[in-house]
């Protein structure tokens, strides 16, 4: 079983930076691929950014390429995600998951979810 809580979220002016922190209970944290997605007002849920178990794949959706770096310490349990550059379009709820794999975390087949936490950006 895993538990994962996000943090980091808030109100940012476009061009400015925040960093997500997503916290995960359970031993087996190490063994999952983590994910970061997000979902705005009345739009899905989409996917943001994985990372495998070990850390040493990454993937991101076209939009927050160049912009955000999702990053894990397992020593920590936690997964980051480093936004620069943000936009008024990056104003969501973002939510980290666990998955198997990096595949199945970005087709959003995801094990577990956190409760999420607001990001805002104010033109």
């Known amino acids: 079983q895993v538990q994962l809580v996000e943090s980091g979220g808030g109100l940012v002016q476009a061009g400015g930076s925040l960093r997500l922190s997503c916290a995960a209970s359970g031993r087996t944290f190490s063994g999952y691929a983590m994910g970061w997605f997000r979902q705005a007002p009345g739009k899905e849920r989409e996917f943001v950014a994985t990372i495998s178990s070990g850390g040493s794949i990454t993937d991101y959706a076209d939009s927050v390429k160049g912009r955000f770096t999702i990053s894990r310490g397992n020593a920590k349990n936690t997964v980051y995600l480093q936004m620069n550059g943000l936009k008024p379009e990056d104003t969501a709820v973002y939510y980290c998951?666990?998955?198997?794999?990096?595949?199945?975390?970005?087709?959003?087949?995801?094990?577990?979810w956190g409760q999420g936490t607001q990001v805002t950006v104010s033109s």
């Open positions: 998951g666990a998955g198997r794999t990096t595949l199945a975390v970005s087709a959003g087949n995801l094990n577990y």
